[in-house]
C-alpha cells in the first residue's frame, strides 16, 4: 500500500488549493461531490470562480489572515462538517485543505 496516497481513498472529500487560491488537488469523494461542477476539472481553476458572494469574501479574508473556518450545513437533508484550514510548509503558508465531513443524525458529544 502506498501510504502517500491515502486521501484519494478517504471516504470524505478533501480539496488542496495553494497559496494564491488555485485548486491543486483532489480526492475521488470530492471528484465526485463537484461532478456537476466539473470535478477534477476544477484542478487549476480559482476557488474564487466556484463560490457565489458572501463566501468569495469570507475566502478572501481566511486566505488573507490563514485563519481556518469550521462550520455545519445541511445538504440534502444530510448534516455535514465543513472544516476549511491553512497548511504550511517549512513554516510558509502554502494553501488552504477543505475537508467535508457528513454528521450521523445521533452523535454523542
Not at 500500500?1 to 471516504?11: I, V
Amino acid at each position: 500500500m502506498n501510504s502517500s496516497n491515502w486521501y484519494q481513498s478517504f471516504p470524505a472529500p478533501i480539496t488542496v488549493t495553494d497559496a494564491s487560491g488555485m485548486i491543486v488537488d483532489m480526492n475521488d469523494a470530492a471528484a465526485e461531490m463537484f461532478t456537476k461542477d466539473g470535478g477534477r476539472a476544477l484542478i487549476g481553476k480559482d476557488v474564487l470562480d466556484c463560490h457565489p458572494q458572501p463566501a468569495r469574501d469570507k475566502l478572501r479574508e481566511m486566505y488573507s489572515g490563514q485563519t481556518a473556518n469550521v462550520y455545519t450545513i445541511t445538504k440534502n437533508g444530510k448534516k455535514k462538517l465543513i472544516y476549511q484550514a491553512p497548511f504550511f510548509s517549512d513554516g510558509i503558508f502554502s494553501g488552504f485543505v477543505e475537508i467535508c465531513l457528513d454528521l450521523p443524525d445521533e452523535m454523542p458529544h
